[in-house]
């Protein structure tokens, strides 16, 4: 039932959901655009690397940090600000780049490889890639999603006693507690308190209002911490 945006890789899966599902918009990720070609720079022989600035995959990074660097410029901006700069100034870019990388795709001069993967990738992923430009409260990438996950992913081997359903459904609330500014320890508290009072009901509606979205929620579960975008 879920509606709104996602910001992901071009997996494959996301392109079904994307099909099935006209509620959902899917934003590409820039940083996974970026990937292959800065994989590419590290696999050069040494004596390669003194021409490293000659070479497809650097001036597709440098193309990208380009464009990281005008956003970075409105960071904290209100979304309406965000998307009149970048359509005024960060669009020129994005279509000089993929004007660039289908030039360079039609030459068809690279051999196989981590350069020629991510210009045919952010080809393949253009439409999702521009994603951004249109809303102002759509991130470049997913990097804040996958920071959050890290921990998980280190500890999960740890959580024996939760089957893998539980555990994400614990992990998914706390990441959104933390993204919408609250305290993570009086927000649990609260949904177990309110669940108690819950147990033998069959209508569930209540639940909407004790989710970390809910705005109504008790002063208590709210952090005085700066609040973190995801």
Known sequence: DFKGIVVCDGHSAYRKLDRENPDIVFAGCWSHARRRFAEALKALPKAAQKNA???????????IAAIYHLDNQMEGQPAKVRKMYRQANIRPLIEAFFAWAKEIQTKNQLSRGKTLDGINYCINQEVSLKAFLEDGDIPMDNNATESALRSFCLHKHTWKLLDSLDSAIIYSITETAKANNLNLFRHLEYILTVLKDHQDDRDYGFIADILPWFEKLPETCWSKAKTTNI
């Open 53 to 63: 600035k000659e070479t497809v995959a650097y001036e597709a990074v440098s193309r």
